[in-house]
C-alpha cells in the first residue's frame, strides 16, 4: 500500500500578482479588477526589465500574468522570465495564433487567454481565484500506474493543488480517513484488487458528496462505465486520452460546485451577522449530541447567555453599535469555546453553547471565565469605546434531562441571573 502526502506549508501563502503588459488601459481593468474583487494585491511591469526587478524585489509571488509583446523581450523569452522562477503563470494576448498557445501550453503555462474577447476579464478574475483557493485543497490521485499517476498529480500540481497521490484502492481510502484537506479525488477504474468504481462506492461511506468531489478515469471503451461511476457516487468522468484543458475545465468545475454547495450550506446554517451557527443549525447538532452523551453518561452543560441592556445599546448608541457589540460577543464565543462545544446565535442578543464533560469547579471556572472575558471587551464604534456584561443560565444535565429540558432549565436560570443583578452565571448541579 502507498500512499505520498502533501507536503503542507504553515508559514503564509504568497498573494502576490505581478501583471506585466504595455497597455495602460489594459492594465488599470485587470489590475482594479483583481484587487476590487478578490483583494489581492497586484503589481505592474511594462517591460521585461522593470519584471525581472520587481521579481528581485519581492519574494511573495503567487503569479503572473504577463503579455507576449514587450519591448526588451520576445515570446520565448517573456515566458522563461517567470517559468525558470518557478512562478505560475498566464499568459494573455490580443492575437490568436493555435501553434503558439499549443507551444505554451506544453511548457506549463496555466492558460493561454485572448484578452480582447467578451468575457475575457471576468474569466480572468475567475482563474485567479480559482488558482488562488486550490492553494488550499488537496487532491487525491489512484492509479496503479507509476507514470499516469505522476501525470495526473503533475496536472494537478500546476494548478496549485496539493497532491496525494495513492497506488491502490486501500492506500486511497486510508489517505482519505487521515486527511481532511482533501476534496478532490481522481480515480482510476483499471487496477488490480478494488477497481475504481469499488473505490468510489467506498469512498462515499466515509466522505458524503459535498464534502469530497469524485472524478471517475479510464480509457475503457466500456459504455456503461460512466454510469457506473455515477451511481456509485461519483461527480464526474474523464475518458483516457483526454487534453489539459478538458482536464482543468471538468476538474475547475467540480470544485467550483462543492464550493457552491458549502456557500449554501453556510447560508442557511449561519448566522449572517456574527458568522456563527444559527438556532436551526444549533438545535439539529444538538438533537443528535445529547443523547449520545446521555448515552455515553458523559457529563454535559447547557448555557443560554444574553448581553445584558441590550435596548440601551441600540437607544443610546445606535444599532451599529448593536451590531459591532453582537459580532464582538460572538468572537469572544468562538475563541473561548473548546472543539467539542457546539455554540450558536439563538437569536436577538442570545447566544447558546452546549458543553460536554464539564462539571463542579471546572463547569463553574469555564463560564465565569467567560462572563469575565466579555466584561473585560473595549468594543470599539462609531460613537466611541463601548463596554458591556452578560448574564449566564447554565443547566447541568441531571437524569431524564431531554433536549428540551435543558434549553427551558438554562432560560430559567438565566432569568434568575437578570434579577439576581445581572453580569453573573447562575449555575444548576
Known amino acids: 500500500m502507498t500512499v505520498l502526502q502533501p507536503i503542507v506549508a504553515s508559514s503564509p501563502l504568497p498573494q502576490r500578482v505581478l501583471l506585466v503588459e504595455n497597455s495602460r488601459a489594459y492594465v488599470q481593468a485587470v489590475a482594479g479588477a483583481i484587487e476590487q474583487k478578490l483583494e489581492l494585491p497586484v503589481m505592474v511591469a511594462s517591460t521585461l526589465a522593470e519584471a525581472r526587478t520587481l521579481l528581485d524585489r519581492h519574494e511573495d509571488w503567487f503569479l503572473a500574468l504577463t503579455g507576449l509583446v514587450l519591448a526588451d ?18 499568459v494573455v494576448t490580443g492575437v490568436y495564433d493555435e501553434d503558439l498557445r499549443e507551444r505554451m501550453l506544453r511548457r506549463r503555462v496555466i492558460d493561454f487567454v485572448l484578452k480582447n474577447t467578451p468575457g475575457s476579464l471576468d474569466y480572468i478574475v475567475w482563474l485567479v481565484k480559482r488558482l488562488e483557493r486550490n492553494r488550499r485543497i488537496s487532491a487525491l490521485v489512484v492509479d496503479d500506474s507509476p507514470s499516469a499517476r505522476q501525470h495526473t498529480a503533475g496536472l494537478l500540481e500546476t494548478y496549485g493543488y496539493r497532491v496525494v497521490q495513492a497506488a491502490d484502492g486501500d492506500a486511497a481510502l486510508h489517505a482519505l480517513e487521515r486527511d481532511p484537506t482533501i476534496r478532490l479525488a481522481m480515480i482510476d477504474q483499471e487496477m488490480p484488487g478494488m477497481q475504481g468504481v469499488e473505490v468510489t462506492r467506498r469512498l462515499r461511506a466515509l466522505r458524503a458528496r459535498d464534502r469530497v468531489a469524485v472524478i471517475g478515469v479510464s480509457g475503457s471503451g466500456d ?6 461511476f455515477l451511481k456509485s457516487g461519483a461527480n464526474d468522468f474523464l475518458r483516457k486520452p483526454y487534453s489539459r484543458e478538458e482536464f482543468f475545465c471538468r476538474v475547475s468545475q467540480n470544485v467550483d460546485q462543492l464550493e457552491l454547495i458549502g456557500s449554501l450550506q453556510d447560508l442557511a446554517t449561519r448566522d449572517f451577522l456574527t458568522g456563527l451557527p ?14 449520545k452523551l446521555r448515552t455515553a453518561r458523559r457529563p454535559m452543560a447547557m448555557a443560554i447567555l444574553d448581553i445584558d441592556h441590550f435596548k440601551r445599546i441600540n437607544d443610546g448608541w445606535g444599532h451599529e453599535a448593536g451590531d459591532h457589540a453582537l459580532r464582538a460577543v460572538a468572537e469572544a464565543l468562538s475563541g473561548h469555546a473548546r472543539e467539542e462545544d457546539e455554540v450558536a446565535r439563538f437569536g436577538g442578543e442570545e447566544f447558546c453553547l452546549l458543553a460536554p464533560d464539564l462539571e463542579g469547579e471546572a463547569l463553574d471556572q469555564y463560564f465565569d471565565s467567560l462572563r469575565q472575558r466579555i466584561e473585560d471587551l473595549a468594543v470599539q464604534t462609531p460613537g466611541g469605546e463601548l463596554r458591556m456584561t452578560v ?19 438554562a432560560d430559567r436560570r438565566l432569568y434568575l441571573a437578570k434579577a439576581g443583578g445581572r453580569n453573573r452565571v447562575v449555575a444548576s448541579g
Open 73 to 90: 523581450g520576445d515570446r520565448d523569452a517573456v515566458v522563461n522570465c517567470f517559468l525558470e522562477r518557478g512562478l505560475s503563470t498566464i
Open 391 to 409: 448574564s449566564i443560565g447554565v443547566r447541568t444535565a441531571a437524569a431524564g434531562d431531554d433536549l428540551h429540558r435543558l434549553l427551558a432549565e
Open 223 to 228: 459504455a456503461d462505465l460512466v454510469a457506473r
Open 278 to 291: 444559527n438556532r436551526r443549525h444549533f438545535l439539529e447538532q444538538a438533537e443528535r449530541l445529547v443523547p
